[in-house]
T-cell receptor, first 109, second 113 residues
Framework: LAKTTQPISMDSYEGQEVNITCSHN???????ITWYQQFPSQGPRFIIQ???TKVTNEVASLFIPADRKSSTLSLPRVSLSDTAVYYC??????????FGTGTRLQVFP | DAGITQSPRYKITETGRQVTLMCHQT?????MFWYRQDLGHGLRLIYY???????DKGEVPDGYVVSRSKTENFPLTLESATRSQTSVYFC????????????FGPGTRLTVT
């Protein structure tokens, strides 16, 4: 399983765009990159998944460069309700999910 | 449609007692998972199941037992609870192992005194 490294915490203000970068230098050819969001006292929630280039959904965008050794989760115009822990996971189709400690995002008014 | 539910939501038990945490999903997902979450460790996989009567160990299986007689239920039993098993336990389900899109329950906060 590819190990991931992401910042422990980030601060932002409402209305700003937040970019959380995850490093995964030893990602394998068949590995996908997946991000989860966890609010306090709740279970994690799937946000987005990608393999290469860019993926966008109603919640976020995921940017993956050509070498796939990193990825960036982009949250447009964050609000207070985006305060949560964000997990980056990397793995292939036979791997079990391995969560790290994630990035704690705090959004201020 | 409740999705995935866990019971109890909160439990306090004593060292050495047997405790069973329940998990029920209404999506008919093949895969079900149990995680524990502790400060500083993120989520760690305890056990998972690919189908009824098929279970396998995760990262931290010691001290836990699971069973899956029906697709929708996946109980987790602590045979003899220890203080180190004080944690928040999350159950999850998914269509398959490869999709990486798992759906998590609300969690059970277990305290072992």
């Amino acid at each position: 399983l590819a190990k991931t490294t992401q910042p422990i915490s980030m601060d932002s203000y409402e209305g700003q765009e937040v970019n959380i970068t995850c490093s995964h230098n030893n990602i394998a050819t068949n590995d996908y990159i997946t991000w989860y969001q966890q609010f306090p006292s709740q279970g994690p929630r799937f946000i987005i998944q990608g393999y290469k280039t860019k993926v966008t959904n109603e919640v976020a965008s995921l940017f993956i460069p050509a070498d796939r050794k990193s990825s960036t989760l982009s949250l447009p115009r964050v609000s207070l309700s985006d305060t949560a822990v964000y997990y980056c996971l990397v793995g292939g189709n036979t791997d079990k999910l391995i969560f790290g400690t994630g990035t704690r995002l705090q959004v201020f008014p | 449609d409740a999705g995935i539910t866990q019971s109890p939501r909160y439990k306090i038990t004593e060292t050495g007692r047997q405790v069973t945490l329940m998990c029920h999903q209404t999506w008919s997902h093949s895969y079900m998972f149990w995680y524990r979450q502790d400060l500083g460790h993120g989520l760690r996989l305890i056990y998972y199941s690919a189908a009824a009567d098929i279970t396998d160990k995760g990262e931290v299986p010691d001290g836990y037992v699971v069973s899956r007689s029906k697709t929708e239920n996946f109980p987790l039993t602590l045979e003899s609870a220890t203080r180190s098993q004080t944690s928040v336990y999350f159950c999850a389900s998914g269509r398959d192992l490869s999709s990486y899109e798992q759906y998590f329950g609300p969690g059970t906060r277990l305290t072992v005194t």
